[in-house]
């Protein structure tokens, strides 16, 4: 079985792998450690990653990157729209509200939603690990933001249903990077927790995280975010600066032409590279717009104090970090920096200044959250055995539930999940209820969200269920904060202490009983009169013979989630079988430019051998016939048979087979026989 990591980024996706003597990232079909997030729907093939960056240009407005910015989004979030103003694309607000890309593909317009195209992404990542595997894949673990909703938690976990994998965890990229740090790291001494900063600027965002170290363990104290500040942002600045000037010096604008767009932002990103090693640099595009050839120019000096704004905003999430995790600068004895978009000087510059010290580079930046996404997958996966090492993570939102009583105020502040509570993790709740209720899961703290987020999680409906007339139950609820940080209520048992036994034979259910905490206090607050902490255990795990009786004392009651968005599972299978369509497609046309490429060869081949190899074995007459259908067959390649059907293809190339064969063989047999003579010489 395999074990693999995915660092899913908004420009580049890593994979690594756990081999037997350690993690290898894979390369893609460019021989590349980095492979593009970008979807491409060319004429008659969807072109993913590399292939689709490289046909970007040409197909703009059926090209999509950075699809990670729109998973489990409104349409109406104004952020989102900020985001599809960058994207060239048709877009509409879908029934559930979600976002709705139209395509031209294949001569008809095709509606995809970001999950389904993020499940392109992923299903280029299994294929691609698969060939280099040469095994199918399922299970693997994927990095996620630490600010991640639970919708876009949920919206991933249908994205990798529709690929084909299975995510045996979610794990937050700064959590995957620690790992990475600590799990090989041996030198934490007994003296006492060791606190590290990590901070990962990628392409769109920024996540700070502090873990605390010890020897064999490793712990999450605090995740903070900017969610909208990235390497891409310092783009901006440039390609602002240079529209504005383009426009004064040469009169254009570039911003009322998509191409001159998407041509400027590539150059500006490669400016901006350009500026992390030099002090200053040129930026030429020939033919920009209105067969306008532009120059410009830009000092280091300058580009930094334009990005002033989006440097000070570094400083937040990296207070707020700190200050969540309950420590001065003082205490962190070192600053990982990660990520692509961390390489820009100026970023070393504010850290120095922010943690008194030089941030440290010990990680390799582009590549340590797929490896610890990696070795994450080689710890929870059960054939592979891997050095005892405990992680603990946390999550970053407070959850909150309430019933159609009210809200259920757990301890003073009203939380069942506060922030920072390390998960996975389940609690049991007691009710008394006589009759079906409902049960709200929200984000208590908006505050705590990223701008514009809705706080609904899920509205559940725990019954129906019968109590006699008058009487009331006590009905436990599990609520679980899952290993992927996704909220949900997994049970509801109903406690009858008086109930005939008869009664309950064939509604047991084995697991219903597990995770049970007795006794349970009477009292009765707010429609719920217990809720018990539980660090998570596998529901199969404490399944024992003993509490059978107890057991036959409990029913369970049906619990229907609701989730705020997400997919039904008729909606991943009809997704699913769309995409299969799709890389059928994609198939037929590779299979189609092999069977052209392999034509066009032969009668390059042939018309070489006719002449030479197999010169003295074909009559003149047969070197006429087959001479003149190689001829033919070449200009039909570049005629009538540019773009014609895998068979077409291979029935020319039978056609010519049948009268170059007899010559082949006749080539053959003549070897054959030279070297049989000449092996009896021998004896
Ligand atoms: P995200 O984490 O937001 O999902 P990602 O993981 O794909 O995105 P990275 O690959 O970590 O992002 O970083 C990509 C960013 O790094 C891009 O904005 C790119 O321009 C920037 N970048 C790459 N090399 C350099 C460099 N030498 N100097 C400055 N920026 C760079
Ligand atoms: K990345
Ligand atoms: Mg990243």
Redesign the pocket.
């Known amino acids: 079985m395999s074990v693999v990591g995915f660092?899913i980024?908004?420009?580049?996706c890593v994979i690594a792998v756990v081999r037997q003597r350690g993690i290898d990232v894979l390369l893609n079909y460019e021989s590349k450690r980095?492979t593009p997030?970008v979807v491409c729907f060319s004429e008659k093939q969807r072109l993913l990653g590399s292939a689709g960056a490289a046909s970007a240009m040409m197909h703009i407005k059926s090209t999509i990157s950075q699809i990670?910015r729109l998973i489990g989004r409104k349409f109406a979030d104004p952020d989102v729209d900020k985001e599809l103003k960058m994207l060239p694309l048709e877009t509409s607000e879908g029934p559930d509200g979600g976002i709705l890309i139209h395509l031209k593909y294949l001569g008809e317009i095709h509606v995809f939603t970001p999950v389904q195209i993020l499940s392109m992404v992923f299903a280029h990542l299994k294929t691609m690990t698969e060939k280099d595997l040469e095994m199918p894949i399922s299970d693997c673990v994927i990095g996620i933001p630490s600010y991640f909703t639970d919708l876009q938690r949920r919206a991933y976990l249908d994205a990798a249903k529709i690929a084909g994998l299975k995510p045996l965890r979610f794990i937050h990229?700064c959590t995957a990077t620690a790992l990475s740090y600590g799990m090989y790291k041996t030198d934490f001494s007994s003296t006492g927790p060791v606190y590290v900063a990590f901070i990962?600027i990628?392409?769109?965002?920024t996540q700070v995280s502090i873990a605390s170290f010890e020897f064999g363990k490793m712990k999450i104290l605090s995740h903070a975010s900017d969610r909208s500040l990235?390497?891409?942002d310092f783009?901006e600045v440039l390609f602002s600066h240079f529209a504005a000037k383009f426009k004064e010096e040469y009169n254009i604008d570039v911003y009322s032409n998509t191409k001159a767009c998407f041509r400027l932002r590539a150059a500006c990103?490669k400016l901006?590279?350009v500026l992390?090693?030099n002090l200053e640099a040129p930026l030429n595009i020939e033919c920009l717009m209105d067969e306008k050839d532009v120059k410009g120019f830009i000092s280091r000096e300058e580009f930094e104090n334009l990005a002033s704004g989006l440097l000070e905003r570094l400083s937040i999430p990296c207070h707020r970090a700190l200050t969540d995790a309950k420590l001065t600068v003082e205490k962190i004895s070192s600053v990982e920096l990660v990520?692509?978009?961390s390489?820009?000087p100026a970023i070393s510059t504010l850290l120095i200044s922010l943690f008194k010290r030089e941030p440290s580079r010990q990680l390799n930046a582009?590549e340590c959250v797929a490896r610890g996404c990696a070795l994450q997958c080689a710890m929870l996966s059960p054939v592979y055995r891997v050095r005892e090492y405990e992680v603990e993570d946390v999550i970053p939102f407070s959850v909150g539930l309430s019933s159609d009583e009210g809200p259920i105020a757990v301890r003073s502040n009203g939380v069942l999940f506060p922030r920072g509570q390390p998960f996975p993790s389940v609690k049991v709740i007691t009710f008394q209820r006589s009759n079906l209720f409902h049960l709200e899961a929200f984000y208590v703290n908006p505050d705590e969200l990223p701008p514009g987020t809705s706080p609904k999680i899920s509205c559940v409906t725990i019954g129906p269920f019968h109590v006699s007339h008058g009487s009331k139950s006590r009905v436990k609820i599990r609520v679980s904060l899952d290993i992927h940080g996704i909220v949900s209520i997994e049970s509801a048992t109903m406690i009858k202490d008086d109930m005939d036994d008869s009664v309950m034979v064939g509604e047991y259910n084995s697991n219903s009983g597990s995770m049970d905490i007795d006794p349970i206090p009477e009292t009765v607050a707010n429609g719920f009169n217990d809720i018990t902490n539980k660090k998570f255990e596998s529901p199969c795990s404490s399944a024992d013979g003993t509490r059978k009786n107890k057991a036959n004392r409990r029913l369970d009651v049906p619990v229907n989630e609701n989730i705020y968005g997400g997919m039904t599972k008729a909606e991943i299978s009809e997704a699913r079988d769309k995409e299969l369509q799709l890389a059928q497609q994609d198939r037929i046309i590779e299979q189609t430019k092999e069977k052209k490429n392999s034509l066009e060869s032969y009668v390059y081949d042939m018309r070489n051998k006719l002449f030479h190899t197999y010169r003295s074995f074909a009559s003149e007459q047969e070197r006429d016939d087959i001479s003149r259908s190689l001829q033919e067959t070449e200009e039909w390649l570049y005629e009538d048979g540019v773009d014609e059907t895998e068979h077409a293809y291979s029935s020319k190339l039978e056609d010519l087979k049948k009268l170059v064969d007899p010559i082949e063989n006749r080539f053959k047999d003549e070897k054959e026989r030279v070297q049989a003579k000449d092996d009896l010489s021998k004896c």
């Open positions: 660092d980024g908004n420009e580049n980095e997030a990670k990229d990962d990628g392409h769109c965002d990235g390497g891409r783009d990103e901006k590279k992390s090693a990520g692509s978009g390489r820009i582009s």
